[in-house]
């Protein structure tokens, strides 16, 4: 199972960390990957991270965000900085596979956690 915390309510510029914990098994060589969706929007990638160290982001995090492990926690983390209003959403954490330049999502996904940022 994966359960996601950190999530709250900050003002513009501000930061957050968001915390994906995963139970039940090991990191290993899975890949792990941060998703938000936003009210009224499909769901978008924001960070992907291989159990090899090799990083994914979308455009939109323009440097802002940084995903990173802690293996002995068997925990991935999800460093928000800078945060604007448009980054109100949901994010959620999810194991799948990266490879070839591409996230392939899996089933496991975590319930979420809020991120609210007022302007």
């Known amino acids: 199972q994966l359960a996601e915390s950190g999530g709250g309510l900050v003002q513009a510029g501000g930061s957050l960390k968001l915390s994906c914990v995963a139970t039940?098994?090991?990191?290993?060589?899975?890949?792990r990957a941060w998703y938000r969706q936003a009210p009224g929007k499909p769901r978008e990638q924001v960070a992907a991270?291989?159990?090899?160290?090799?990083?994914q982001y979308a455009d939109f995090v323009k440097d802002r965000f940084s995903i990173f492990r802690d293996c002995a926690r068997n925990t991935v983390h999800l460093q928000l900085n800078n945060l604007q209003p448009e980054g109100t959403a949901v994010y959620s954490c999810?194991?799948?596979?990266?490879?070839?330049?591409?996230?392939?999502?899996?089933?496991?996904w975590g319930p979420g956690t809020q991120v609210t940022v007022s302007s």
């Open positions: 991270l291989a159990g090899g160290g090799v990083r």
């Open positions: 039940g098994s090991t990191f290993g060589n899975n890949a």
């Open positions: 999810n194991a799948g596979n990266l490879y070839s330049g591409a996230y392939y999502p899996g089933e496991l």
